[in-house]
Protein backbone atom coordinates (compact mmCIF):
# COMPACT_ATOMS: atom_id res chain seq x y z
CA UNK A 1 0.00 0.00 0.00
CA UNK A 2 3.06 2.15 1.19
CA UNK A 3 4.36 2.33 -2.35
CA UNK A 4 1.45 4.02 -4.23
CA UNK A 5 2.41 6.93 -2.24
CA UNK A 6 5.64 7.07 -4.15
CA UNK A 7 4.75 6.05 -7.28
CA UNK A 8 1.28 8.28 -7.19
CA UNK A 9 2.24 10.85 -4.89
CA UNK A 10 -0.81 13.50 -4.58
CA UNK A 11 0.22 16.86 -4.55
CA UNK A 12 -1.94 20.02 -2.60
CA UNK A 13 -1.19 23.48 -3.75
CA UNK A 14 -1.07 26.27 -2.15
CA UNK A 15 -1.25 30.15 -3.14
CA UNK A 16 1.06 31.81 -0.23
CA UNK A 17 1.78 35.28 -1.24
CA UNK A 18 2.43 34.67 -5.49
CA UNK A 19 1.55 36.90 -8.28
CA UNK A 20 -0.04 34.62 -9.56
CA UNK A 21 2.79 33.85 -12.51
CA UNK A 22 3.97 30.87 -10.51
CA UNK A 23 0.51 29.23 -9.96
CA UNK A 24 -0.85 29.35 -13.50
CA UNK A 25 2.23 27.22 -14.78
CA UNK A 26 2.28 25.39 -12.08
CA UNK A 27 -1.76 24.49 -13.00
CA UNK A 28 -0.24 24.43 -16.95
CA UNK A 29 1.93 21.20 -15.57
CA UNK A 30 -1.06 19.59 -14.45
CA UNK A 31 -2.12 19.69 -18.33
CA UNK A 32 -1.98 18.00 -21.06
CA UNK A 33 1.35 19.81 -22.79
CA UNK A 34 3.26 19.11 -19.91
CA UNK A 35 1.36 16.13 -18.12
CA UNK A 36 2.59 15.55 -14.50
CA UNK A 37 -0.06 12.91 -14.96
CA UNK A 38 2.25 10.49 -16.62
CA UNK A 39 4.73 10.30 -13.33
CA UNK A 40 1.07 9.28 -11.31
CA UNK A 41 0.96 12.70 -9.46
CA UNK A 42 -2.62 13.70 -9.28
CA UNK A 43 -3.65 17.46 -8.27
CA UNK A 44 -5.91 17.60 -5.48
CA UNK A 45 -7.63 20.51 -3.09
CA UNK A 46 -7.50 18.53 0.36
CA UNK A 47 -4.27 18.60 1.90
CA UNK A 48 -5.36 15.88 4.37
CA UNK A 49 -5.25 13.67 1.04
CA UNK A 50 -1.73 14.88 -0.35
CA UNK A 51 1.94 13.61 0.07
CA UNK A 52 3.22 16.91 -1.83
CA UNK A 53 2.82 20.45 -0.91
CA UNK A 54 4.08 22.44 -3.83
CA UNK A 55 3.90 26.18 -2.66
CA UNK A 56 4.05 29.23 -4.49
CA UNK A 57 5.38 32.89 -3.14
CA UNK A 58 6.97 34.25 0.39
CA UNK A 59 5.27 34.64 3.33
CA UNK A 60 3.30 37.24 5.35
CA UNK A 61 1.38 38.16 8.24
CA UNK A 62 -1.22 36.90 7.84
CA UNK A 63 -0.62 33.59 6.16
CA UNK A 64 2.13 32.36 7.60
CA UNK A 65 -0.20 30.59 10.16
CA UNK A 66 -2.63 29.50 6.94
CA UNK A 67 0.39 28.02 5.44
CA UNK A 68 1.20 26.03 8.76
CA UNK A 69 -1.82 24.45 8.80
CA UNK A 70 -1.92 23.14 5.87
CA UNK A 71 1.88 21.83 6.07
CA UNK A 72 0.36 20.88 9.89
CA UNK A 73 -2.32 18.91 7.71
CA UNK A 74 -0.75 16.75 5.34
CA UNK A 75 0.14 13.56 6.82
CA UNK A 76 3.77 11.62 7.14
CA UNK A 77 6.02 11.24 5.16
CA UNK A 78 5.29 14.55 3.40
CA UNK A 79 7.89 16.63 0.87
CA UNK A 80 7.70 20.69 0.22
CA UNK A 81 8.27 21.48 -3.22
CA UNK A 82 8.95 26.10 -2.90
CA UNK A 83 8.32 27.57 -6.57
CA UNK A 84 9.54 30.39 -7.71
CA UNK A 85 12.64 32.84 -6.36
CA UNK A 86 9.44 34.41 -3.85
CA UNK A 87 9.38 31.23 -2.01
CA UNK A 88 13.52 31.55 -1.07
CA UNK A 89 13.55 35.07 -0.36
CA UNK A 90 10.27 37.45 -1.20
CA UNK A 91 12.45 38.08 -4.97
CA UNK A 92 10.66 41.19 -6.83
CA UNK A 93 8.88 41.95 -3.39
CA UNK A 94 11.74 41.77 -1.10
CA UNK A 95 11.84 44.94 1.33
CA UNK A 96 8.10 45.44 1.12
CA UNK A 97 6.67 45.95 4.29
CA UNK A 98 4.43 43.24 4.80
CA UNK A 99 7.19 40.19 3.16
CA UNK A 100 8.31 38.40 6.22
CA UNK A 101 10.54 36.35 4.11
CA UNK A 102 10.76 33.08 2.35
CA UNK A 103 8.70 29.98 2.93
CA UNK A 104 11.21 28.35 5.32
CA UNK A 105 11.26 30.44 7.72
CA UNK A 106 7.52 28.93 7.91
CA UNK A 107 8.06 25.11 7.24
CA UNK A 108 10.70 22.68 6.32
CA UNK A 109 11.33 22.59 2.33
CA UNK A 110 12.76 20.03 0.63
CA UNK A 111 13.31 21.14 -2.79
CA UNK A 112 13.41 25.23 -3.79
CA UNK A 113 12.98 25.97 -7.48
CA UNK A 114 14.32 29.26 -8.64
CA UNK A 115 13.02 31.19 -11.61
CA UNK A 116 10.39 33.82 -11.43
CA UNK A 117 8.40 32.04 -12.76
CA UNK A 118 10.51 28.73 -13.29
CA UNK A 119 9.50 27.26 -16.30
CA UNK A 120 7.19 24.33 -16.31
CA UNK A 121 10.30 21.95 -17.29
CA UNK A 122 12.04 22.91 -14.19
CA UNK A 123 8.67 23.02 -12.13
CA UNK A 124 8.09 19.48 -13.23
CA UNK A 125 12.20 18.39 -12.72
CA UNK A 126 11.53 19.60 -9.10
CA UNK A 127 8.40 17.63 -8.64
CA UNK A 128 10.21 14.48 -9.67
CA UNK A 129 13.13 15.14 -7.43
CA UNK A 130 10.75 15.07 -4.73
CA UNK A 131 9.18 11.97 -4.97
CA UNK A 132 12.51 10.54 -4.75
CA UNK A 133 12.80 12.43 -1.53
CA UNK A 134 9.56 11.38 -0.91
CA UNK A 135 10.34 7.86 -1.11
CA UNK A 136 13.78 8.05 0.95
CA UNK A 137 11.69 9.55 3.45
CA UNK A 138 9.16 6.67 3.37
CA UNK A 139 11.92 4.22 4.02
CA UNK A 140 12.83 6.06 7.20
CA UNK A 141 15.88 8.45 6.09
CA UNK A 142 15.27 11.60 7.69
CA UNK A 143 16.38 14.05 5.29
CA UNK A 144 17.81 17.02 5.90
CA UNK A 145 15.63 20.12 4.85
CA UNK A 146 17.26 21.97 1.39
CA UNK A 147 19.82 24.54 1.78
CA UNK A 148 18.18 28.08 0.71
CA UNK A 149 19.47 29.40 -2.29
CA UNK A 150 22.38 31.77 -1.73
CA UNK A 151 21.91 35.30 -2.51
CA UNK A 152 23.10 38.12 -1.12
CA UNK A 153 20.66 40.69 -1.76
CA UNK A 154 19.43 42.73 1.45
CA UNK A 155 16.85 45.93 1.32
CA UNK A 156 19.40 48.30 2.36
CA UNK A 157 21.81 47.43 -0.29
CA UNK A 158 19.19 48.11 -2.77
CA UNK A 159 21.14 51.42 -4.21
CA UNK A 160 24.39 49.54 -4.69
CA UNK A 161 22.13 47.05 -7.18
CA UNK A 162 25.54 46.60 -9.46
CA UNK A 163 27.40 45.46 -6.51
CA UNK A 164 24.28 42.61 -6.00
CA UNK A 165 24.87 39.09 -6.98
CA UNK A 166 22.32 37.02 -7.08
CA UNK A 167 23.33 33.11 -7.54
CA UNK A 168 20.19 30.40 -7.41
CA UNK A 169 21.30 27.27 -7.64
CA UNK A 170 18.89 24.09 -7.55
CA UNK A 171 19.35 21.67 -4.96
CA UNK A 172 18.14 18.07 -3.92
CA UNK B 1 -36.52 29.94 13.18
CA UNK B 2 -33.03 28.20 12.87
CA UNK B 3 -29.49 29.90 14.04
CA UNK B 4 -27.57 30.80 10.80
CA UNK B 5 -24.51 28.91 10.21
CA UNK B 6 -21.33 30.29 9.27
CA UNK B 7 -18.90 28.44 7.07
CA UNK B 8 -15.63 29.88 5.60
CA UNK B 9 -15.21 29.03 1.93
CA UNK B 10 -11.09 29.25 1.57
CA UNK B 11 -8.37 30.61 1.84
CA UNK B 12 -7.18 26.99 0.70
CA UNK B 13 -10.18 25.88 -1.27
CA UNK B 14 -10.12 23.03 -4.45
CA UNK B 15 -12.13 25.83 -6.50
CA UNK B 16 -10.20 28.59 -5.78
CA UNK B 17 -6.40 29.01 -7.52
CA UNK B 18 -6.03 31.95 -4.31
CA UNK B 19 -6.60 32.61 -1.37
CA UNK B 20 -9.24 34.85 -0.29
CA UNK B 21 -11.84 33.60 2.67
CA UNK B 22 -15.71 34.35 2.04
CA UNK B 23 -17.50 33.93 4.99
CA UNK B 24 -20.71 32.23 4.09
CA UNK B 25 -23.80 32.50 6.50
CA UNK B 26 -26.10 30.06 5.49
CA UNK B 27 -30.07 29.45 6.01
CA UNK B 28 -29.80 25.88 5.95
CA UNK B 29 -28.54 24.96 2.53
CA UNK B 30 -29.07 28.88 1.42
CA UNK B 31 -26.48 31.97 1.44
CA UNK B 32 -28.13 34.45 3.26
CA UNK B 33 -24.95 36.87 2.50
CA UNK B 34 -21.37 36.48 2.12
CA UNK B 35 -18.46 38.58 4.28
CA UNK B 36 -14.81 38.76 2.06
CA UNK B 37 -12.02 38.27 4.47
CA UNK B 38 -8.79 39.00 2.70
CA UNK B 39 -5.15 40.21 2.90
CA UNK B 40 -3.46 36.72 2.56
CA UNK B 41 -1.82 37.86 -0.50
CA UNK B 42 -1.34 41.33 0.41
CA UNK B 43 2.16 42.40 -0.47
CA UNK B 44 2.78 45.94 0.08
CA UNK B 45 3.68 46.65 -3.85
CA UNK B 46 2.57 50.01 -4.20
CA UNK B 47 4.86 51.10 -1.44
CA UNK B 48 7.83 49.34 -2.84
CA UNK B 49 7.40 50.73 -6.68
CA UNK B 50 8.17 54.28 -4.30
CA UNK B 51 11.53 53.25 -3.58
CA UNK B 52 12.33 51.82 -7.22
CA UNK B 53 13.04 54.21 -10.18
CA UNK B 54 10.40 54.30 -12.57
CA UNK B 55 12.05 52.21 -15.18
CA UNK B 56 12.14 49.43 -12.54
CA UNK B 57 8.84 49.59 -11.96
CA UNK B 58 7.99 48.73 -15.04
CA UNK B 59 9.04 45.26 -14.27
CA UNK B 60 8.09 44.98 -10.84
CA UNK B 61 4.34 46.45 -11.92
CA UNK B 62 4.35 43.57 -13.87
CA UNK B 63 4.24 41.13 -11.08
CA UNK B 64 0.83 42.86 -8.69
CA UNK B 65 -0.50 39.98 -11.69
CA UNK B 66 1.23 36.47 -13.59
CA UNK B 67 -2.19 36.52 -15.42
CA UNK B 68 -2.37 40.16 -16.88
CA UNK B 69 1.27 41.12 -16.61
CA UNK B 70 1.77 42.45 -20.01
CA UNK B 71 -1.36 44.96 -19.69
CA UNK B 72 -0.55 45.76 -16.25
CA UNK B 73 2.48 47.00 -17.49
CA UNK B 74 1.18 48.44 -20.63
CA UNK B 75 -0.83 50.75 -18.36
CA UNK B 76 1.62 51.88 -15.88
CA UNK B 77 4.07 52.77 -19.51
CA UNK B 78 1.26 54.80 -21.00
CA UNK B 79 0.63 56.59 -17.73
CA UNK B 80 4.33 57.88 -17.58
CA UNK B 81 4.65 58.51 -21.27
CA UNK B 82 1.59 61.12 -20.70
CA UNK B 83 2.94 62.41 -17.66
CA UNK B 84 6.56 62.96 -19.88
CA UNK B 85 4.82 64.12 -23.33
CA UNK B 86 6.08 60.99 -25.38
CA UNK B 87 4.27 59.49 -28.29
CA UNK B 88 5.06 56.09 -28.72
CA UNK B 89 5.84 55.24 -32.62
CA UNK B 90 2.87 53.31 -34.65
CA UNK B 91 4.44 50.14 -34.43
CA UNK B 92 4.90 49.52 -30.76
CA UNK B 93 1.10 50.83 -30.72
CA UNK B 94 0.72 47.80 -32.41
CA UNK B 95 2.75 45.46 -30.84
CA UNK B 96 1.12 46.33 -27.77
CA UNK B 97 -2.01 45.50 -29.09
CA UNK B 98 -1.21 42.31 -30.18
CA UNK B 99 0.90 41.21 -26.83
CA UNK B 100 -2.39 42.69 -24.98
CA UNK B 101 -4.72 40.27 -27.12
CA UNK B 102 -2.76 37.39 -26.82
CA UNK B 103 -2.56 37.86 -23.32
CA UNK B 104 -6.31 38.41 -23.01
CA UNK B 105 -7.06 35.22 -25.18
CA UNK B 106 -4.79 33.06 -22.88
CA UNK B 107 -6.48 34.78 -19.98
CA UNK B 108 -9.93 33.84 -21.11
CA UNK B 109 -8.95 30.48 -21.90
CA UNK B 110 -7.37 30.23 -18.00
CA UNK B 111 -10.62 31.28 -16.61
CA UNK B 112 -13.04 29.36 -18.60
CA UNK B 113 -10.55 26.46 -18.06
CA UNK B 114 -11.05 27.07 -14.29
CA UNK B 115 -15.10 27.66 -15.01
CA UNK B 116 -15.07 24.38 -15.97
CA UNK B 117 -12.60 22.36 -13.51
CA UNK B 118 -14.99 24.37 -10.73
CA UNK B 119 -18.14 22.62 -12.27
CA UNK B 120 -16.36 19.43 -12.36
CA UNK B 121 -15.62 18.94 -15.87
CA UNK B 122 -12.06 18.14 -16.07
CA UNK B 123 -11.79 17.03 -19.41
CA UNK B 124 -12.84 20.13 -20.91
CA UNK B 125 -10.30 21.77 -18.52
CA UNK B 126 -7.44 19.69 -20.03
CA UNK B 127 -8.66 20.39 -23.36
CA UNK B 128 -9.16 24.23 -23.05
CA UNK B 129 -5.48 24.63 -21.21
CA UNK B 130 -4.14 22.61 -23.86
CA UNK B 131 -5.38 25.23 -26.56
CA UNK B 132 -3.85 27.57 -23.78
CA UNK B 133 -0.45 26.69 -24.71
CA UNK B 134 -0.34 27.09 -28.21
CA UNK B 135 -0.79 31.02 -27.12
CA UNK B 136 1.89 30.52 -24.74
CA UNK B 137 4.32 29.53 -27.41
CA UNK B 138 3.29 32.34 -29.48
CA UNK B 139 4.59 34.41 -26.61
CA UNK B 140 7.32 32.75 -25.79
CA UNK B 141 8.28 32.68 -29.41
CA UNK B 142 8.29 36.60 -29.43
CA UNK B 143 9.28 37.32 -26.34
CA UNK B 144 11.34 34.89 -24.60
CA UNK B 145 8.91 34.26 -21.84
CA UNK B 146 5.97 32.83 -21.16
CA UNK B 147 4.13 34.86 -18.29
CA UNK B 148 6.46 37.72 -17.60
CA UNK B 149 7.01 39.36 -20.64
CA UNK B 150 8.82 42.39 -19.78
CA UNK B 151 8.84 44.33 -23.57
CA UNK B 152 6.91 46.80 -22.33
CA UNK B 153 8.52 50.22 -21.19
CA UNK B 154 8.04 53.81 -21.32
CA UNK B 155 8.78 55.31 -25.10
CA UNK B 156 7.65 52.23 -26.60
CA UNK B 157 8.55 48.71 -27.05
CA UNK B 158 12.01 46.62 -26.04
CA UNK B 159 11.32 44.17 -28.72
CA UNK B 160 9.96 44.00 -32.28
CA UNK B 161 8.51 40.86 -33.72
CA UNK B 162 10.14 39.84 -37.04
CA UNK B 163 8.33 39.07 -39.75
CA UNK B 164 8.21 35.29 -39.97
CA UNK B 165 7.29 35.22 -35.95
CA UNK B 166 4.28 38.12 -37.27
CA UNK B 167 3.23 34.40 -39.71
CA UNK B 168 4.16 31.83 -36.65
CA UNK B 169 1.28 33.65 -34.36
CA UNK B 170 -0.97 33.88 -37.76
CA UNK B 171 -0.64 29.55 -37.97
CA UNK B 172 -0.68 29.44 -33.79
CA UNK B 173 -4.18 31.57 -34.38
CA UNK B 174 -5.48 28.75 -36.93
CA UNK B 175 -4.61 26.27 -34.60
CA UNK B 176 -5.86 27.50 -31.58
CA UNK B 177 -9.22 28.90 -33.69
CA UNK B 178 -9.74 25.03 -34.91
CA UNK B 179 -9.23 24.00 -31.69
CA UNK B 180 -11.75 25.64 -30.27
CA UNK B 181 -14.40 25.16 -32.71
CA UNK B 182 -14.54 21.91 -31.24
CA UNK B 183 -14.41 22.88 -27.95
CA UNK B 184 -16.51 25.60 -27.35
CA UNK B 185 -19.82 24.20 -28.38
CA UNK B 186 -19.33 21.74 -25.67
CA UNK B 187 -18.79 24.58 -23.30
CA UNK B 188 -22.09 26.45 -24.75
CA UNK B 189 -24.73 23.79 -25.35
CA UNK B 190 -23.97 20.90 -23.27
CA UNK B 191 -27.03 20.15 -21.25
CA UNK B 192 -25.51 19.70 -18.33
CA UNK B 193 -23.25 22.77 -18.23
CA UNK B 194 -26.00 24.34 -19.31
CA UNK B 195 -27.93 23.19 -15.97
CA UNK B 196 -25.03 24.46 -14.14
CA UNK B 197 -24.51 28.15 -15.40
CA UNK B 198 -27.86 29.13 -16.67
CA UNK B 199 -29.96 31.28 -14.32
CA UNK B 200 -27.18 30.88 -11.52
CA UNK B 201 -25.76 34.19 -9.88
CA UNK B 202 -27.67 36.67 -11.31
CA UNK B 203 -26.73 40.15 -11.54
CA UNK B 204 -29.66 42.66 -13.21
CA UNK B 205 -27.94 45.87 -14.70
CA UNK B 206 -29.65 47.88 -12.18
CA UNK B 207 -26.87 46.26 -9.48
CA UNK B 208 -24.12 46.09 -11.78
CA UNK B 209 -24.48 49.76 -12.61
CA UNK B 210 -25.16 50.46 -8.67
CA UNK B 211 -22.07 48.07 -7.32
CA UNK B 212 -19.70 49.25 -9.92
CA UNK B 213 -18.93 45.93 -11.73
CA UNK B 214 -16.23 46.12 -14.50
CA UNK B 215 -15.23 44.00 -17.69
CA UNK B 216 -16.91 40.93 -18.64
CA UNK B 217 -19.28 41.30 -15.40
CA UNK B 218 -20.54 44.13 -16.34
CA UNK B 219 -20.89 43.55 -19.89
CA UNK B 220 -23.05 39.95 -19.04
CA UNK B 221 -25.34 42.16 -17.49
CA UNK B 222 -26.11 44.69 -20.33
CA UNK B 223 -23.79 47.59 -19.76
CA UNK B 224 -21.90 47.92 -23.16
CA UNK B 225 -18.31 49.24 -21.04
CA UNK B 226 -15.23 48.35 -22.89
CA UNK B 227 -12.12 50.71 -22.61
CA UNK B 228 -10.65 49.35 -25.92
CA UNK B 229 -13.61 51.32 -27.56
CA UNK B 230 -11.82 54.37 -26.32
CA UNK B 231 -8.88 53.66 -28.65
CA UNK B 232 -5.85 53.34 -26.61
CA UNK B 233 -2.64 52.15 -28.08
CA UNK B 234 -3.59 50.95 -31.67
CA UNK B 235 -7.09 49.94 -30.92
CA UNK B 236 -8.44 53.29 -32.15
CA UNK B 237 -7.34 51.82 -36.05
CA UNK B 238 -8.92 48.41 -35.39
CA UNK B 239 -12.46 49.01 -34.30
CA UNK B 240 -13.34 47.38 -31.73
CA UNK B 241 -17.46 46.50 -30.42
CA UNK B 242 -18.02 45.62 -26.87
CA UNK B 243 -19.65 42.19 -26.84
CA UNK B 244 -22.65 42.10 -24.53
CA UNK B 245 -24.94 39.52 -23.16
CA UNK B 246 -27.99 40.81 -21.11
CA UNK B 247 -28.97 37.34 -19.16
CA UNK B 248 -25.92 38.66 -15.99
CA UNK B 249 -26.04 35.26 -15.03
CA UNK B 250 -23.25 32.59 -15.37
CA UNK B 251 -23.39 31.75 -18.56
CA UNK B 252 -23.66 34.98 -19.86
CA UNK B 253 -20.35 35.89 -18.10
CA UNK B 254 -18.42 32.52 -19.88
CA UNK B 255 -20.58 33.69 -23.23
CA UNK B 256 -19.12 37.01 -23.70
CA UNK B 257 -15.74 35.40 -23.00
CA UNK B 258 -16.11 33.10 -25.69
CA UNK B 259 -17.14 35.34 -27.79
CA UNK B 260 -15.00 37.95 -26.77
CA UNK B 261 -12.38 35.34 -27.32
CA UNK B 262 -12.87 34.81 -31.31
CA UNK B 263 -12.64 39.17 -31.24
CA UNK B 264 -9.52 39.31 -30.16
CA UNK B 265 -8.16 36.64 -32.90
CA UNK B 266 -9.45 38.86 -34.96
CA UNK B 267 -8.31 42.15 -33.46
CA UNK B 268 -4.61 40.37 -33.69
CA UNK B 269 -5.05 39.51 -37.29
CA UNK B 270 -6.67 43.00 -38.70
CA UNK B 271 -3.41 44.36 -36.33
CA UNK B 272 -0.57 41.91 -37.88
CA UNK B 273 -2.22 42.32 -41.48
CA UNK B 274 -1.80 46.54 -41.02
CA UNK B 275 1.27 46.69 -38.54
CA UNK B 276 3.58 49.75 -39.93
CA UNK B 277 6.75 49.55 -40.32
CA UNK B 278 9.30 52.20 -38.25
CA UNK B 279 11.25 52.49 -35.07
CA UNK B 280 9.95 50.26 -31.44
CA UNK B 281 10.36 53.13 -29.13
CA UNK B 282 10.95 57.03 -28.79
CA UNK B 283 14.55 57.78 -26.65
CA UNK B 284 14.02 60.15 -23.66
CA UNK B 285 15.74 61.99 -21.22
CA UNK B 286 12.77 63.86 -19.38
CA UNK B 287 11.92 62.38 -15.51
CA UNK B 288 8.39 62.19 -14.58
CA UNK B 289 6.60 64.78 -13.35
CA UNK B 290 2.66 65.54 -12.21
CA UNK B 291 -0.35 63.35 -11.78
CA UNK B 292 -1.74 61.28 -14.04
CA UNK B 293 -4.86 58.95 -14.16
CA UNK B 294 -4.73 56.17 -17.01
CA UNK B 295 -7.14 53.45 -17.21
CA UNK B 296 -7.04 50.04 -20.13
CA UNK B 297 -8.98 47.49 -20.22
CA UNK B 298 -7.73 44.12 -18.74
CA UNK B 299 -9.12 40.88 -19.51
CA UNK B 300 -11.37 41.01 -15.85
CA UNK B 301 -12.16 44.79 -17.09
CA UNK B 302 -10.94 48.10 -16.19
CA UNK B 303 -7.46 48.51 -14.57
CA UNK B 304 -7.05 52.49 -12.86
CA UNK B 305 -3.72 53.61 -12.73
CA UNK B 306 -3.03 56.97 -10.35
CA UNK B 307 0.40 58.21 -11.10
CA UNK B 308 2.09 61.03 -9.20
CA UNK B 309 6.00 62.05 -10.39
CA UNK B 310 7.83 65.10 -8.59
CA UNK B 311 10.37 65.43 -11.39
CA UNK B 312 13.17 62.68 -10.16
CA UNK B 313 13.64 59.30 -10.76
CA UNK B 314 11.48 58.12 -7.91
CA UNK B 315 7.48 58.28 -8.61
CA UNK B 316 5.54 60.05 -5.31
CA UNK B 317 2.95 57.95 -5.43
CA UNK B 318 1.58 54.91 -7.47
CA UNK B 319 -2.04 53.65 -7.00
CA UNK B 320 -3.80 50.89 -8.85
CA UNK B 321 -7.21 50.10 -8.59
CA UNK B 322 -7.81 46.64 -10.07
CA UNK B 323 -10.71 44.68 -12.06
CA UNK B 324 -11.64 42.28 -9.34
CA UNK B 325 -11.29 44.92 -6.37
CA UNK B 326 -14.50 46.55 -8.52
CA UNK B 327 -16.11 43.10 -9.20
CA UNK B 328 -16.19 42.05 -5.46
CA UNK B 329 -18.99 44.57 -4.57
CA UNK B 330 -21.40 42.93 -7.42
CA UNK B 331 -20.43 39.04 -6.84
CA UNK B 332 -21.25 39.54 -3.09
CA UNK B 333 -24.88 40.37 -4.94
CA UNK B 334 -25.10 37.70 -6.50
CA UNK B 335 -24.05 35.25 -3.61
CA UNK B 336 -26.54 36.66 -1.75
CA UNK B 337 -29.55 33.83 -1.98
CA UNK B 338 -27.67 31.14 -4.21
CA UNK B 339 -27.14 27.17 -3.14
CA UNK B 340 -23.94 26.92 -1.02
CA UNK B 341 -23.04 24.25 -4.11
CA UNK B 342 -22.99 27.06 -6.80
CA UNK B 343 -20.84 29.32 -4.58
CA UNK B 344 -17.87 27.80 -6.39
CA UNK B 345 -18.87 28.25 -9.53
CA UNK B 346 -20.28 31.99 -9.11
CA UNK B 347 -16.84 33.16 -7.77
CA UNK B 348 -14.58 31.65 -10.10
CA UNK B 349 -17.46 33.00 -13.18
CA UNK B 350 -16.15 36.56 -12.36
CA UNK B 351 -12.55 35.31 -12.97
CA UNK B 352 -11.39 36.58 -9.44
CA UNK B 353 -7.45 37.80 -9.26
CA UNK B 354 -6.90 38.42 -5.49
CA UNK B 355 -3.23 38.82 -6.45
CA UNK B 356 -4.16 42.25 -8.36
CA UNK B 357 -6.74 43.17 -5.70
CA UNK B 358 -4.27 43.19 -2.71
CA UNK B 359 -0.97 43.49 -4.60
S1 LIG C 1 8.64 34.04 -8.30
FE1 LIG C 1 7.99 35.61 -9.78
S2 LIG C 1 6.30 34.67 -10.89
FE2 LIG C 1 6.59 33.47 -9.02
S3 LIG C 1 5.19 34.36 -7.54
FE3 LIG C 1 7.16 35.39 -7.27
S4 LIG C 1 7.03 37.23 -8.56
FE4 LIG C 1 5.40 35.83 -9.21
Not at chain 2, 50 to 62: P, R
Not at chain 2, 79 to 104: C, D, F, K, N
Not at chain 2, 253 to 262: I, P, Q
Request: neutral net charge.
Amino acid sequence: MFNAVSKSPWVVHFNCNSCNGCDIEFLACLTPHYDVERFGILHIGNPKHADVLVVTGSVNNRNARVLQNVYNQIPDPKVVVAMGVCTSSGGVFAGCYNILGGVDIVIPVDVFVPGCPPRPEAMIDGIVKAVGILERKRKGEVFPTAPKPTHTFKPSEEQSAEKTVIKEEKTV
Amino acid sequence: MAKNTIIPFGPQHPVLPEPIQLRLVLDEERVVSAIPVVGYVHRGLEKLAEQKDFLQDTFLIERICGICSFIHSLTYSMGIESMMGLTPPPRAQYLRVIWSELHRMHSHLLAVGLLADAFGFENLFMQLWRTREHIMDAMEATTGARVMLGTCCPGGVRKDIDPELLKFILTTLVTVEKEMDEQMPVLLNDYSVKQRLCGVGILDKQTAYERGAVGPTARASGIAMDLRTHGYAAYGELGVEPMVETDGDCYARTKVRVRELYQSMNIVRKAIGQIPAGPINVPFKTKPDGEVVMRAEQPRGEVLYYLKGNGTDMLERLRVRTPTFANIPPVLAMLAGCELADVGVIVISIDPCISCTER
